[in-house]
């Protein structure tokens, strides 16, 4: 999701500013996850959705076990790092990377105008 531009109502300004808050804490926690499965950060080439989705839920599984277990991040490794900045990765095709689905972008502007005008809306009445 994304944040509004200029929002221009009381609602648009709350949705704005959770956004703001939460969004710090999911790309923390997704650095931490990242950095326990560098899979994640470096890509994966699955074909099908419902294998790459299952990794994604093998990880975040394998991740809370670690956690509850006390189990240390791994150290940082300088061999896992990205060997190309990000535009060149993406414009050689190495990672698939889908811009400006226009699919995508009416469903995420009918789901945020339903934030928006429901949620956010009802805060302020």
């Not at 689905?101 to 789901?111: E, S």
């Amino acid at each position: 999701m994304t944040p509004l531009g200029n929002p221009r109502t009381r609602s648009g300004q709350l949705y704005n500013e959770s956004l703001i808050r939460t969004r710090n804490t999911i790309e923390r926690t997704f650095g931490v996850w990242k950095k326990r499965f560098p899979v994640l950060a470096l890509g994966c080439r699955f074909q099908k959705t419902d294998t790459l989705l299952a990794m994604i839920v093998a990880t975040a599984v394998l991740h809370n076990i670690a956690r509850r277990a006390g189990e240390l991040l791994p150290p940082d490794d300088p061999a896992l790092q990205l060997s190309a900045p990000w535009e060149h990765i993406l414009k050689e095709g190495i990672i698939r990377h889908e811009l400006n689905r226009p699919h995508r972008n009416r469903v995420q502007n009918h789901v945020q105008n339903a934030l928006i005008n429901g949620y956010f809306q009802s805060l302020i009445r």
